[in-house]
């Protein structure tokens, strides 16, 4: 079974749509997280959630829009989509906000044209 | 403010060869863990090796092995017998509080 999922694992859409990923964890973790990495193979945090509550914003532009409808499950809704915003997102859980392992995702790659 | 640097963005070692691949990084919190991420070209983030800040005994995982010197707040990756699956980018990382902090990456490549 896959501990940490993500769906799709490749988007590609047009500038000025909007798009979401969907993440879903089976290890029964508290937090989860969104990571970016851009075009260098930068990586960087994006949210982090612990049980639905939103705990990191990096200071993300507000297009971005993370949901957790439960615990298991963090979704990335990006609104009007920029070119800036091409790149690999990474979804990752752990089992609680001070448990240093975190579990990644396989990654969505996203393009936008 | 919490940095974690990698120096060399490429390296390249022969197969069966040893490789060293340097990390440094910076904070305040005196408890803190260090990690080594692989991401081959598949781009799965693969857990290497962890450290935690208190253990003075540097961390081991069969060919891999770190060396820790945290007055000098460096977290050097070594890989011995290297082979062709190891080339990759490697990603050093600091858990700080509540979040990863990545170093830029180094590339690894591994020639037969």
């Known amino acids: 079974d896959t501990a940490v999922s993500q769906t799709p694992k490749y988007l590609v859409t047009q500038m000025g749509n909007d798009k979401s990923i969907k993440c879903e964890q089976n290890l029964g973790h508290d937090t989860m997280y969104w990571y970016k990495q851009d075009s260098k193979k930068f990586l960087k945090i994006m949210f982090s959630?612990?049980?639905?509550?939103?705990?990191i914003n990096e200071t993300v532009p507000n297009r971005f829009s993370p949901k957790s409808p439960d615990k298991a499950h963090l979704n990335l809704h990006i609104n009007s989509l920029e070119l800036g915003d091409s790149a690999v997102y990474f979804c990752a859980s752990s089992q609680d906000l001070k448990d240093y392992e975190q579990y990644f995702g396989p990654g969505t790659r996203l393009t936008v044209t | 403010a919490q940095t974690v640097t990698q120096s060399q963005p490429e390296m390249s070692v022969q197969e069966a060869e040893t490789v060293t691949l340097s990390c440094t990084y910076d904070?305040?919190?005196?408890?803190?863990?260090l990690f080594w991420y692989k991401q081959p070209p598949s781009r799965q983030m693969i857990l290497v090796i962890r450290?935690?800040?208190?253990?003075?005994q540097n961390a081991t995982e069969n060919r891999f092995s770190v060396n820790f010197q945290k007055a000098a707040k460096s977290f050097s990756l070594k890989i011995s017998d290297s082979q062709l699956g190891d080339a990759a980018m490697y990603f050093c990382a600091l858990h700080n509080t509540d979040k990863l902090i990545f170093g830029t990456g180094t590339r690894l490549q591994v020639f037969p």
């Open positions: 959630y612990n049980n639905k509550e939103l705990i």
């Open positions: 450290q935690e800040a208190y253990k003075q």
């Open positions: 904070t305040s919190e005196s408890d803190y863990y």
